[in-house]
């Protein structure tokens, strides 16, 4: 069983950066694909980020690609989402997401939820 806590959210100006990090309780997590998901009170949660168990292999949404960028430390069961050039639409809670096994882009893919962090873009 793995228990996730993100932390990291805040408000920040348009154009600039905060890392989310997300702390991971649990011996199995290093076997866990990880993932970034966020949501607004007008919207669906949507996938983020995600990244294999490894850390091999990466994923992002097209609407964060080349801004966001995800990593994980398995020695000190952290993942982090380092989020740069970041725009008002950028604003939503943003949630942790773990899976034994395989990554996915369905919040259903994921078995394992922190309680999130409020992300905050001011324009």
């Known amino acids: 069983q793995v228990q996730l806590v993100e932390s990291g959210g805040g408000l920040v100006q348009a154009g600039g950066s905060l890392r989310l990090s997300c702390a991971a309780s649990g011996r199995t997590f290093s076997s866990y694909a990880m993932g970034w998901f966020r949501q607004t009170q007008a919207k669906e949660r949507e996938f983020v980020s995600a990244?294999?168990?490894?850390?091999?292999?990466?994923y992002y949404a097209d609407s964060v690609k080349g801004r966001f960028t995800i990593s994980r430390d398995n020695a000190k069961n952290m993942v982090y989402l380092q989020m740069n050039s970041l725009k008002p639409e950028d604003t939503a809670v943003y949630y942790c997401?773990?899976?034994?096994?395989?990554?996915?882009?369905?919040?259903?893919?994921?078995?394992?939820w922190g309680q999130g962090t409020q992300v905050t873009v001011s324009s």
């Open positions: 990244i294999t168990w490894s850390g091999g292999s990466t």
């Open positions: 997401a773990g899976n034994p096994g395989f990554y996915g882009n369905l919040d259903g893919d994921y078995s394992h």
